[in-house]
């Protein structure tokens, strides 16, 4: 098992783990019991950001509609609609060696589909988490509970990789937003 992290922690990723290429990143989550009558569908996501905090164009936003980073860098590995069963509910695959010069922040989030028409939020989530493993070994490197801090929020940022120096190092977040998909993509520069 690797390192358990608390909300606002940092640490190396590619210093202390040299020959890291290919990380997974690993959400899951569970509901609460919840008899609204609509799925519970969260949707991973990750914003390819320059130094600024702010994505250059659309590509730079990787989600279930658009899989892939140009640069091959970032991969969302496909959308869970139920996020039933143990383990990953989805997952996100960076690679370290192909991650292009002008980002310097990959922000990792997930939000509730469709989260104010199904009247569904955060506070009805339960057992979240995000865990990194490095593809080559299999093995967990690093793990982040988020807790039950939300209550009427329908999107978080999970985690934020960032380069420091030439390094990248990860970041366990856990900030909530209210307006899902939409406020994310405006904090992230992009326009809805």
């Known amino acids: 098992m690797g390192i358990q992290l608390a ?14 290429v290919k990380g997974i990143i690993g959400l899951g989550w569970d509901t609460n019991k919840y008899q609204g009558g ?10 390819l950001a320059d130094q600024n905090g702010k994505c250059i164009n ?29 383990g990953d ?8 060696s192909k991650i292009p010069p002008s980002v310097h922040r990959i922000g990792i989030t997930v939000t509730i589909h469709d989260a104010e028409l199904r009247n569904q939020n ?44 030439g390094d990248w190092k990860f970041n366990a977040i856990g900030s909530g937003f209210s307006g899902g998909l939409a406020s994310l993509c405006r904090n992230y520069g992009l326009q809805v």
């Open 58 to 86: 659309d590509h730079d936003f990787i989600f279930y509609n658009h899989l892939m980073h140009p640069s091959g860098a970032v991969e969302h590995t496909g959308d869970n609609r139920t996020g039933e069963g143990d």
């Open 122 to 165: 955060f506070g009805l989530v339960s057992n979240a988490f995000v865990r990194l493993v490095d593809e080559a070994t299999g093995q967990e490197l690093l793990r982040y509970d988020l807790g039950e801090d939300f209550s009427i929020e329908t999107a978080v940022v999970v985690c934020e990789l960032y380069k420091h120096g």
């Open 7 to 20: 909300k606002g922690q940092r640490i190396d990723l590619t210093k202390t783990n040299p020959g890291l």
């Open 38 to 47: 609509h799925d519970f569908d969260l949707d991973a996501c990750a914003f």
């Open 89 to 96: 509910d989805e997952q996100i695959v960076v690679n370290f």
